[in-house]
């Protein structure tokens, strides 16, 4: 592993043996000088106009910029050392490292979009930071919040390994970004690189770490500055007897809370530096009081999040810890099934079976592999719970094991099911439902469609004889069953198959297993969706759609019952529907009410007209690897600008924003984004602005009030050297609605089993007031009140407050994702906020395992490679520890066996043999809440005779330490 950083980093470096931030490998490339501003507070002094996140082009370094850099850089390590623990080779990417370039270096270019997501997801939580939390001190350690600073960010460490451990990777991805900011804010607002720091402060993600000497209450740290020039203004006696502080920061003029002689954060927002003693002492951009310091403190702080990340990795391993970014081998994707368990399903499941078989058997190693799988079973009065595996032949026990018994009347619990499977299926997810019966809690409809909105996920429906109802009630069915679907019951799953984008297969049981093709489709990695529309009623209507040069396996998809088109090709050639040969469609296949049709081969704008006047649903998809991901973000109404990603509904009617990443290619470019009405063909525009990375601002002048879908436009770079490069059309398949309700709670808190949680949140309507009903649904069924309805006037904001109970014996790293509803009188609007929240027990242990020799032996000779050494090693977590979770080999290439002492569980014996030329080792030991030791022994090559033994037991932090030892002493 260092031989690998040290690839990465240029020269190795370290003067007398100091590791200072300039040798470490996570600054950014070439760069003698940094770009600039850690911007927390910099997004302020962009001229107006220049949106975003305070990204100026070679100018500025801010939070998102800081934490995706010690993101790729230490994904870009767990792959080195997975690759090596494999056995395989690893080739760095070039620098700057792209999501895109490190999911392929390791192995998993098919990760490129979920790598995207995850580093958007943690990076806009990081951002929130400033907008939700903007005056709180101790997010940003100002005010010398130094206690309180710590205590955020260790306590979030704990929730994220939590998380991890238990796979629930986005509340895990989430709790990191929020924790990020204050750490690096550290760098920006208090005085630790003004004492001569070049390295973080290991107090800060370590509780049981010295933190620093704190200034007292009372104690003079400030001087005014000299005019503008702030060098210096911090007191010499402050510096010399190292004592740290922090800037004191407030908005509100007149109104300071800083004490006396302290220092001020500084610039033009914070009120408490136009009072003596005056400026500050912020490194946030070049521009700050401390501007000059700007370079050291973000790289201090890039260096800070990498072993922040490291201590993760450390603690999930590397393939977890991969995970949680996003980065998996195989298609990225999951596998994932809603299956109704009933009495009538015994055909459906094998057909379940069957496809899953078949997908597993012939994906298995290739890049079509699923990456996860996920299984809810639903029956009445039963549903779930929630399966999911990485493992396929898990996976195929799972689906073997299911079988079809009970479920009483007709209607099943269907949307239950539904709702868990959004609720703990990955972002852009595709689920398959298969049933046969109505839904009996029709009651979650809103529920459902708030998780697809914002998980982004397709739910495709299978139903199987829904049109059979009048021959089993005459059948003498043994269980007295009324099978079968009516129109309405059928509705709804129509609906919210529109809603995501996915289909109602509507076929019968024995037809069932032509109809899950689908199922194989879409498991294929890089599937993207070109166009989707729906039209119900019926009506004839025109669909043009680009197909551009990276797509392959151009696939339509309609639903409907006697739908009649015509097909052109960019060439000008036709073909209908009727035709049962023609030059376009090379293969077709239809099943119940599903038509799928394969095109030829053709880059250019293709048009289909549908002619039907029964209700159809149209969808081309085809397989690329460029796609998009985007969020609606909304600009903050604070004193901060900046912009955070919405769960809730858009604002009806008014402008709005996306934040739009590309994914796939690092050459291609967004050149237009619409929001198109559903149902009708109305386009709004929006204005693009690139952010670097790949990012896109897209602001719209209006969010429409109906539904619409987003689709965006682009250019791929790699061919723009040709005469005509095409351009790529790509659709969200997700139809999203805006409301007039605006609705808002806190989602910022952690759970603690058998404790009640409140989460106070207020609703607010544009439109027409009267009583609102409210809805909180929860995906664990845990106990939980809230009002029915709350009385809203137009324009006034109302209160409220949902209470969650987690059971005591909740593990810890369990998820809740809690749904709160606003629902107009006569149900016209709705908003909802979508909220995760993790549960975790008081962590009590914070200290990790150690490691204590038992014995060595080494024979060895002048020559190497003749002879070995041994090792045997205990590691124990303390009597107030966790206990030992897992141990395992961070650096040699020796055999290493473990195994439990007997009679003492708590004892974990190592043992080590290893060839005399690798004189080195160091074990990873990390006990069941996350702490990581790790315990590093060598051999010195100055005396080979009497062999000397340098043990140090290090955390994860020093590892680093250790690593600069081991360069600076080569064995060989
Ligand atoms: C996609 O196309 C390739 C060749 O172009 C073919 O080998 C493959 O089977 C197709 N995949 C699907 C799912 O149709
Ligand atoms: C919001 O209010 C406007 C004006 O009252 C109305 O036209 C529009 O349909 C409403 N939007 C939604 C989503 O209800
Ligand atoms: C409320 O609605 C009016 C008219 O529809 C619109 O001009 C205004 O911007 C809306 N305000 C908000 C906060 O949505
Ligand atoms: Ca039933
Ligand atoms: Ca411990």
Same mark, same amino acid.
Request: aromatic share 6%; glycine share 8%.
């Given at each position: 592993?260092?031989?690998?950083?040290?690839?990465?980093?240029?020269?190795?470096?370290?003067?007398?043996?100091?590791?200072?931030?300039?040798?470490?490998?996570?600054?950014?490339?070439?760069?003698?000088?940094?770009?600039?501003?850690?911007?927390?507070?910099? +997004?302020?002094?962009?001229?107006?106009?220049?949106?975003?996140?305070?990204?100026?082009?070679?100018?500025?370094?801010?939070?998102?910029?800081?934490?995706?850099?010690?993101?790729?850089?230490?994904?870009?390590?767990?792959?080195?050392?997975?690759?090596?623990?494999?056995?395989?080779?690893?080739?760095?990417?070039?620098?700057?490292?792209?999501?895109?370039?490190?999911?392929?270096?390791?192995?998993?270019?098919?990760?490129?979009?979920?790598?995207?997501?995850?580093?958007?997801?943690?990076?806009?939580?990081?951002?929130?930071?400033?907008?939700?939390?903007?005056?709180?001190?101790?997010?940003?350690?100002?005010?010398?919040?130094?206690?309180?600073? /710590? /205590?955020?960010?260790?306590?979030?460490?704990?929730?994220?390994?939590?998380?991890?451990?238990?796979?629930?990777?986005?509340?895990?991805?989430?709790?990191?970004?929020?924790?990020?900011?204050?750490?690096?804010?550290?760098?920006?607002?208090?005085?630790?690189?003004?004492?001569?720091?070049?390295?973080?402060?290991?107090?800060?993600? /370590?509780?049981?770490?010295?933190?620093?000497?704190?200034?007292?209450?009372?104690?003079?740290?400030?001087?005014?500055?000299?005019?503008?020039?702030?060098?210096?203004?911090?007191?010499?006696?402050?510096?010399?007897?190292?004592? +740290?502080?922090?800037?004191?920061?407030?908005?509100?003029?007149?109104?300071?809370?800083?004490?006396?002689?302290?220092?001020?954060?500084?610039?033009?927002?914070?009120?408490? @530096?136009?009072?003596?003693?005056?400026?500050?002492?912020?490194?946030?951009?070049?521009?700050?009081?401390?501007?000059?310091?700007?370079?050291?403190?973000?790289?201090?702080?890039?260096?800070?999040?990498?072993?922040?990340?490291?201590?993760?990795?450390?603690?999930?391993?590397?393939?977890?810890?991969?995970?949680?970014?996003?980065?998996?081998?195989?298609?990225?994707?999951?596998?994932?099934?809603?299956?109704?368990?009933?009495?009538?399903?015994?055909?459906?499941?094998?057909?379940?079976?069957?496809?899953?078989?078949?997908?597993?058997?012939?994906? $298995?190693?290739?890049?079509?592999?699923?990456?996860?799988?996920?299984?809810?079973?639903?029956?009445?009065?039963?549903?779930?719970?929630?399966?999911?595996?990485?493992?396929?032949?898990?996976?195929?026990?799972?689906?073997?094991?299911?079988?079809?018994?009970?479920?009483?009347?007709?209607?099943?619990?269907?949307?239950?099911?539904?709702?868990?499977?959004?609720?703990?299926?990955?972002?852009?997810?595709?689920?398959?439902?298969?049933?046969?019966?109505?839904?009996?809690?029709?009651?979650?409809?809103?529920?459902?469609?708030?998780?697809?909105?914002?998980?982004?996920?397709?739910?495709?429906?299978?139903?199987?004889?829904?049109?059979?109802?009048?021959?089993?009630?005459?059948?003498?069915?043994?269980?007295?069953?009324?099978?079968?679907?009516?129109?309405?019951?059928?509705?709804?799953?129509?609906?919210?198959?529109?809603?995501?984008?996915?289909?109602?297969?509507?076929?019968?049981?024995?037809?069932?297993?032509?109809?899950?093709?689908?199922?194989?489709?879409?498991?294929?990695?890089?599937?993207?969706?070109?166009?989707?529309?729906?039209?119900?009623?019926?009506?004839?209507?025109?669909?043009?759609?680009?197909?551009?040069?990276?797509?392959?396996?151009?696939?339509?998809?309609?639903?409907?019952?006697? $739908?009649?088109?015509?097909?052109?090709?960019?060439?000008?050639?036709?073909?209908?529907?009727?035709?049962?040969?023609?030059?376009?469609?090379?293969?077709?296949?239809?099943?119940?009410?599903?038509?799928?049709?394969?095109?030829?081969?053709?880059?250019?704008?293709?048009?289909?007209?549908?002619?039907?006047?029964?209700?159809?649903?149209?969808?081309?998809?085809?397989?690329?690897?460029?796609?998009?991901?985007?969020?609606? $973000?909304?600009?903050?109404?604070?004193?901060?600008?900046?912009?955070?990603?919405?769960?809730?509904?858009?604002?009806?009617?008014?402008?709005?924003?996306? +934040?739009?990443?590309?994914?796939?290619?690092?050459?291609?470019?967004?050149?237009?984004?619409?929001?198109?009405?559903?149902?009708?063909?109305?386009?709004?525009?929006?204005?693009?602005?690139?952010?670097?990375?790949?990012?896109?601002?897209?602001?719209?002048?209006?969010?429409?009030?109906? #539904?619409?879908?987003?689709?965006?436009?682009?250019?791929?770079?790699?061919?723009?050297?040709?005469?005509?490069?095409?351009?790529?059309?790509?659709? @969200?398949?997700?139809?999203?609605?805006?409301?007039?309700?605006?609705?808002?709670?806190?989602?910022?808190?952690?759970?603690?089993?058998?404790?009640?949680?409140?989460?106070?949140?207020?609703?607010?309507?544009?439109?027409?007031?009267?009583?609102?009903?409210?809805?909180?649904?929860?995906?664990?069924?845990?106990?939980?009140?809230?009002?029915?309805?709350?009385?809203?006037?137009?324009?006034?904001?109302?209160?409220?407050?949902?209470?969650?109970?987690?059971?005591?014996?909740?593990?810890?790293?369990?998820?809740?994702?809690?749904?709160?509803?606003?629902?107009?009188?006569?149900? #016209?609007?709705?908003?909802?906020?979508?909220? +995760?929240?993790?549960?975790?027990?008081?962590?009590?242990?914070?200290?990790?395992?150690?490691?204590?020799?038992?014995?060595?032996?080494?024979?060895?000779? #002048?020559?190497?490679?003749?002879?070995?050494?041994?090792?045997?090693?205990?590691?124990?977590?303390?009597?107030?520890?966790?206990?030992?979770?897992?141990?395992?080999?961070?650096?040699?290439?020796?055999?290493?066996?473990?195994?439990?002492?007997?009679?003492?569980?708590?004892?974990?014996?190592?043992?080590?043999?290893?060839?005399?030329?690798?004189?080195?080792?160091?074990?990873?030991?990390?006990? /069941?809440?996350?702490?990581?030791?790790?315990?590093?022994?060598?051999?010195?090559?100055? @005396?080979?005779?009497?062999?000397?033994?340098?043990?140090?037991?290090?955390?994860?932090?020093?590892?680093?330490?250790?690593?600069?030892?081991?360069?600076?002493?080569?064995?060989?």
């Amino acid at each position: 592993m260092n031989e690998g950083m040290r690839e990465d980093c240029g020269p190795w470096p370290a003067e007398g043996g100091k590791l200072t931030s300039a040798d470490v490998c996570l600054l950014s490339p070439g760069s003698g000088v940094m770009s600039s501003g850690l911007a927390v507070w910099c +997004l302020l002094l962009l001229p107006t106009g220049a949106h975003g996140f305070g990204i100026l082009p070679g100018k500025s370094l801010n939070h998102l910029e800081i934490t995706e850099s010690a993101i790729l850089d230490t994904a870009v390590r767990a792959c080195r050392a997975l690759a090596h623990a494999d056995g395989a080779g690893f080739t760095s990417p070039a620098r700057p490292f792209t999501a895109q370039a490190v999911a392929a270096a390791c192995d998993a270019p098919k990760s490129a979009k979920s790598f995207g997501h995850a580093i958007t997801s943690i990076t806009l939580r990081n951002i929130r930071v400033d907008i939700r939390h903007a005056l709180n001190a101790s997010f940003h350690f100002d005010d010398e919040m130094f206690v309180q600073g /710590r /205590r955020i960010i260790t306590e979030g460490i704990g929730v994220v390994k939590a998380s991890n451990k238990a796979g629930n990777f986005e509340a895990a991805r989430q709790k990191l970004g929020e924790i990020l900011h204050p750490l690096q804010d550290f760098y920006s607002h208090s005085n630790w690189v003004e004492l001569g720091n070049t390295v973080p402060n290991p107090g800060l993600i /370590r509780p049981d770490a010295h933190l620093g000497n704190m200034a007292d209450e009372g104690r003079a740290t400030c001087r005014s500055c000299d005019g503008d020039d702030c060098r210096g203004n911090i007191l010499e006696d402050v510096i010399e007897e190292r004592v +740290l502080t922090s800037g004191y920061f407030g908005v509100v003029p007149f109104l300071s809370t800083k004490p006396k002689r302290k220092c001020s954060h500084g610039g033009a927002v914070d009120q408490t @530096s136009t009072i003596e003693p005056k400026g500050g002492i912020n490194k946030d951009t070049f521009d700050s009081s401390h501007g000059h310091l700007h370079a050291e403190a973000a790289n201090v702080a890039i260096t800070a999040t990498s072993e922040l990340l490291e201590d993760l990795r450390a603690a999930a391993g590397d393939r977890p810890f991969l995970q949680m970014m996003g980065i998996s081998k195989g298609s990225s994707k999951a596998l994932c099934f809603v299956i109704d368990t009933t009495g009538s399903m015994s055909d459906d499941i094998e057909a379940v079976r069957t496809v899953t078989s078949s997908i597993i058997d012939h994906s $298995v190693g290739t890049d079509d592999e699923p990456s996860l799988y996920i299984l809810v079973p639903f029956n009445d009065p039963e549903f779930g719970p929630l399966i999911k595996t990485t493992d396929p032949n898990v996976f195929k026990n799972v689906i073997n094991s299911l079988s079809a018994t009970g479920g009483g009347d007709t209607a099943e619990l269907s949307l239950s099911g539904l709702q868990l499977a959004l609720s703990g299926a990955p972002s852009n997810s595709e689920i398959f439902l298969f049933t046969d019966a109505p839904a009996k809690d029709k009651q979650l409809k809103s529920t459902v469609i708030a998780l697809i909105e914002r998980t982004q996920t397709v739910v495709n429906f299978l139903i199987t004889d829904s049109t059979v109802i009048s021959r089993r009630r005459r059948s003498d069915d043994v269980q007295q069953r009324h099978r079968g679907i009516t129109a309405s019951d059928a509705q709804l799953y129509r609906d919210l198959a529109q809603a995501s984008g996915g289909q109602v297969i509507e076929v019968t049981k024995s037809e069932l297993p032509v109809a899950t093709s689908i199922i194989t489709e879409s498991s294929s990695s890089s599937l993207v969706t070109i166009l989707q529309a729906a039209r119900s009623p019926g009506k004839a209507d025109n669909f043009s759609f680009i197909v551009d040069e990276t797509v392959i396996n151009l696939t339509v998809y309609i639903t409907g019952r006697a $739908v009649t088109f015509t097909l052109i090709s960019p060439k000008g050639e036709s073909q209908q529907s009727t035709d049962t040969t023609g030059p376009l469609i090379t293969a077709s296949q239809s099943v119940g009410n599903f038509k799928t049709l394969r095109l030829k081969r053709e880059v250019g704008l293709w048009e289909m007209r549908m002619a039907s006047t029964n209700p159809y649903t149209l969808k081309v998809i085809g397989q690329s690897p460029i796609d998009f991901l985007f969020d609606f $973000v909304e600009a903050s109404q604070g004193p901060f600008t900046g912009f955070d990603a919405l769960d809730t509904r858009p604002r009806a009617g008014v402008s709005g924003s996306l +934040l739009v990443s590309l994914t796939g290619s690092d050459s291609a470019t967004l050149t237009e984004v619409a929001l198109i009405e559903s149902a009708g063909s109305e386009e709004i525009k929006g204005v693009v602005e690139p952010q670097g990375s790949g990012r896109f601002l897209v602001q719209v002048d209006r969010i429409p009030s109906v #539904e619409f879908v987003v689709r965006v436009k682009g250019q791929n770079g790699s061919v723009s050297s040709r005469a005509s490069s095409i351009i790529f059309q790509r659709q @969200s398949p997700i139809n999203f609605r805006a409301s007039n309700l605006t609705i808002t709670a806190d989602s910022n808190s952690i759970l603690v089993p058998g404790t009640p949680f409140s989460v106070p949140f207020s609703v607010m309507t544009n439109g027409t007031g009267g009583n609102f009903t409210i809805r909180a649904t929860n995906n664990q069924r845990f106990d939980s009140t809230s009002p029915t309805s709350l009385f809203l006037e137009t324009g006034n904001s109302t209160n409220g407050t949902v209470t969650l109970s987690a059971p005591l014996n909740t593990p810890s790293g369990t998820d809740v994702t809690l749904t709160i509803e606003a629902e107009a009188p006569g149900g #016209e609007d709705t908003n909802y906020v979508v909220m +995760l929240f993790s549960i975790v027990n008081t962590v009590t242990d914070f200290t990790q395992p150690v490691c204590q020799i038992l014995s060595v032996q080494s024979k060895c000779s #002048e020559n190497c490679s003749l002879s070995t050494w041994e090792l045997s090693v205990r590691v124990t977590d303390g009597a107030e520890g966790t206990g030992v979770e897992r141990v395992s080999l961070r650096q040699g290439n020796g055999t290493m066996n473990t195994s439990l002492a007997a009679g003492n569980e708590n004892i974990t014996l190592v043992s080590y043999s290893a060839s005399c030329c690798a004189p080195d080792m160091e074990l990873l030991v990390v006990d /069941r809440v996350g702490n990581v030791g790790s315990c590093f022994y060598t051999l010195r090559e100055d @005396s080979p005779a009497a062999i000397s033994l340098s043990t140090k037991v290090t955390q994860s932090l020093f590892l680093l330490l250790s690593m600069v030892l081991l360069v600076l002493n080569p064995l060989h």
